[in-house]
């Protein structure tokens, strides 16, 4: 029988109040666990009478009740809070049943869920989880006609907060059950017409096409459309890159986000020098927060540091330290980047008297480890912010040698003391096994102002060795660089990993290479006055034709960059000779809480594991990338979403739900999923932007793609469905729980022609074995999925 998911809600919230808890906990899972566990708040009737259920009506959550659009399954208010939260949510929808019946229903959620039927407690779920998502069975007795379910949604939101659940049904046969929104003004009938209209919109040859003609006008960008319009030319609209379709329709108004990713093309100042180029980013940062009116930038005070440094002010520069000094009192959650910025400029400029007695205040009070007292929602143990905690303390206690830091008890001088053998323990194990969050193109460029603090704050010893790692970084950018801009597998990614061009990490490229495209971030202002030299001889790396394999962490990654394509992978699960691993202790007893071992199997816990094996539960991993040009790149996931919506980890394009086996040989790849009842999105997809490529094929099971002198064939055990959500022309789907895709690439100097290596992939004839889990070729390539559970990946 097929299964659905109820899309149809009214919903109130979500609210949220400060939650402020005094019990303090020295093992950070376990106290968030326990948060976790108090957070939902027992209902002992069911809030609200479906009659009471209007657009515009307040309940007594405060909150005003609306229809949610979108909703494709999953009701999603994924949010990140920067301080302890209390979240509460409800939603409502009518059932109707054409016969009274019995139906069996599954509950997805991360939440506390209360479900209610006709005014009965039905399912209980007590305590929110952070990962994976939590499935309860439930009966739901319908009756004949309408029945009102009613759902009460609560969470602790702390950083990135999932506050998502999904009901799906599980149809019968001869029955008919439809979801509705309890307010029977909401005119259906017509949303339902135009979230189909929203869908069904295509791009074909500059043109928006509409899948039937509207009888409402629509707003698509700045632009009216007339009610019976049946296309529309992105000439009207300019060379933009994203946009918003909305219509209204008797009150509501749905609205769609679309992008353009054929628009979004790499930018080059190649006539400028290395020096001119890194003037000009030092630049373009001190200019920013430097408008007529205050706008609360997160970074505002990276950009003061960045005009200090050139001698500039700007008229709002005491305001952004006073904010910056604000989220440290309070411990927002990366407060501690603040931090390294605010003692950085501190060692450089003296600040204003009221502003420096704050400031030390706010350093003396501040809580440097989860083990020291209070309670907060920072995150303290990814690699990043483990090395930022420790190098502020450094820097904290070097500055107030003699003072009293009220959190842990120390003096300055201990605090330094402590911190020191932090760095060094920190430093040690990423020496000796790689970067955890190995090529992440946003959270190296944290852990390099680190590491810059590291070089020219500590002495000689450690400065060094701190310089000898943001070499490493800048050598494997180098390394997985096609084109100019970085294409590599990631222990973390977002969303930008469907455009390499404007991840972060591309600013350092693009210092040591002007030939690289534009990029720029925050975080290279640590290296205006800085010791650290950039190794500007990485640079011939970029360039090169390589076949590399190699490890870091736990990963085994390998890398084939030819001068036409590039195809780079992790390997799911390794197959080196002799393959080593730490080993995570946060299981175990009476292990030291504050140790480097402890802090990193912490992290593996909450960020996801760099042990990559299939059927294991994903992060943000990205896995693979096969790259035609610097803005062109194929991949597959398994969606943590069911549509691209709000940035979950892991997303709808970054990182998967469920991890698969993955081989990589030289120009040959092959991935298998296999999604078994325990996740709610049953399908994989393939990121294939056909607007970037040249030329496209689909034949049979068999996806080709040609960009200049590069060419991709993808095959798939079952037929690639094209499917649009806000990205137009990009997607590829394989529904089922089982997928395989087999990758290949060549280029012109391999095959006579286009059509000759079309012919030569389907000679290598891929087959799929489902029920052993089984892929080989003609040459006898062969990968098989094995399925491991990583009980780490629960939390």
Not at 495 to 516: D, E, F, G, T, Y
Not at 562 to 579: C, F, G, I, K, W
Request: proline letters at 4%.
């Amino acid at each position: 029988m097929d299964s659905k998911f109820i899309t149809q809600y009214m919903v109130s919230g979500p609210t949220y109040q400060p939650f402020i808890h005094e019990q303090t906990e020295r093992n950070q899972i376990k106290y968030e666990q326990y948060l976790r566990s108090i957070i939902a708040e027992p209902i002992q009737h069911m809030q609200h009478d479906a009659d009471e259920i209007r657009i515009g009506n307040i309940s007594d959550l405060g909150a005003e009740w609306t229809y949610l659009y979108p909703c494709h399954g999953l009701v999603n208010f994924n949010m990140f809070s920067f301080t302890l939260q209390q979240v509460k949510l409800y939603a409502s929808t009518v059932l109707e049943a054409s016969e009274d019946v019995t139906v069996n229903a599954t509950v997805w959620s991360y939440t506390a869920v209360e479900l209610w039927l006709n005014g009965e407690k039905v399912c209980t779920v007590t305590n929110p989880v952070y990962k994976p998502i939590h499935k309860q069975q439930v009966l739901l007795k319908l009756n004949k006609g309408d029945n009102h379910l009613f759902v009460v949604v609560q969470n602790l939101a702390v950083r990135d907060t999932r506050n998502i659940f999904g009901i799906q049904l599980q149809q019968h046969p001869g029955i008919a059950i439809t979801d509705r929104p309890t307010d029977p003004n909401v005119p259906i009938k017509e949303i339902i017409e135009v979230d189909g209209w929203l869908k069904g919109i295509m791009l074909v040859r500059n043109k928006l096409m509409f899948p039937f003609p509207l009888p409402y006008a629509a707003t698509i960008g700045e632009l009216q459309v007339l009610p019976g319009s049946t296309e529309l030319s992105l000439d009207d609209l300019g060379n933009v890159q994203e946009l918003q379709v909305s219509v209204t329709v008797k009150g509501i108004t749905l609205t769609k986000p679309i992008e353009f990713v054929h628009h979004m093309l790499p930018q080059y100042r190649s006539d400028a020098t290395t020096a001119e180029i890194r003037s000009l980013m030092f630049q373009q940062l001190a200019g920013l927060g430097t408008g007529e009116a205050y706008e609360p930038l997160r970074f505002g005070l990276f950009y003061v540091l960045a005009r200090w440094n050139l001698g500039l002010t700007g008229p709002h520069d005491e305001r952004y330290i006073t904010r910056a000094i604000e989220q440290i009192e309070i411990r927002e959650d990366c407060s501690d980047f603040q931090l390294a910025a605010l003692l950085r400029m501190m060692s450089l400029h003296e600040l204003p008297p009221e502003l420096d007695r704050r400031a030390k205040e706010g350093i003396l009070n501040f809580r440097y480890w989860m083990t020291e007292e209070g309670s907060d929602g920072m995150c303290f143990w990814s690699e990043n912010h483990a090395l930022m905690f420790y190098i502020c303390a450094y820097m904290a206690g070097e500055r107030y040698p003699n003072d009293y830091f009220s959190r842990s008890k120390r003096t300055g001088a201990e605090v330094k003391a402590v911190a020191q053998q932090r760095i060094h323990d920190w430093l040690d194990d990423v020496e000796h096994w790689g970067f955890e969050e190995f090529q992440s193109t946003d959270y190296m460029c944290v852990t390099m102002g680190a590491l810059l603090n590291v070089v020219d704050y500590m002495d000689e010893a450690e400065s060094s060795r701190a310089k000898q790692l943001i070499d490493r970084l800048f050598e494997m950018f180098s390394y997985h660089s096609f084109k100019g801009a970085i294409i590599t597998p990631q222990a973390r990614i977002y969303r930008s990993v469907i455009m390499p061009i404007i991840q972060s990490a591309q600013s350092l490229m693009h210092m040591i290479n002007p030939q690289a495209p534009i990029g720029n971030n925050e975080w290279i202002v640590f290296l205006m006055n800085s010791k650290y030299e950039l190794p500007y001889h990485y640079a011939a790396n970029m360039e090169r034709e390589l076949e590399m394999e190699y490890t870091t962490g736990n990963a085994g990654i390998r890398l084939f960059k030819q001068r036409h394509y590039m195809l780079t992978s992790v390997q799911s699960p390794r197959t080196d000779e002799n393959a080593s691993y730490w080993r995570n202790i946060s299981f175990d007893d009476h292990v030291d809480l504050d140790s480097n071992e402890y802090v990193k199997s912490f992290n593996e816990r909450f960020h996801g594991t760099s042990k990559f094996e299939a059927g294991v539960y994903g992060y943000q991993q990205h896995l693979w990338y096969a790259a035609l040009d610097n803005d062109t790149v194929i991949f597959s996931t398994h969606p943590g979403e069911l549509a691209d919506e709000v940035g979950m980890r892991p997303g709808y394009w970054y990182g998967n739900g469920v991890m698969p086996a993955i081989r990589q040989e030289r120009n040959k790849l092959a991935v298998i999923y296999n999604i078994e009842d325990d996740h709610p999105v049953t399908f994989s997809h393939l990121y294939f932007p056909m607007d970037k490529l040249e030329e496209v094929v689909q034949d049979g099971q068999w996806l080709f793609g040609r960009k200049h002198q590069g060419y991709i064939g993808i095959w798939c055990n079952v037929q690639l469905e094209k499917h649009d959500d806000r990205l137009l022309n990009c997607e590829y789907r394989a529904y089922g729980t089982a997928s395989a895709y087999y990758c290949y690439l060549g280029d012109e100097n391999n095959y006579n022609s286009w059509e000759d290596f079309m012919k030569s992939c389907k000679g290598l004839t891929p087959s799929f074995d489902e029920s052993q889990l089984t892929l080989v070729d003609a040459s006898g390539f062969e990968l098989r999925y094995e399925k491991v559970n990583n009980i780490t990946q629960y939390v």
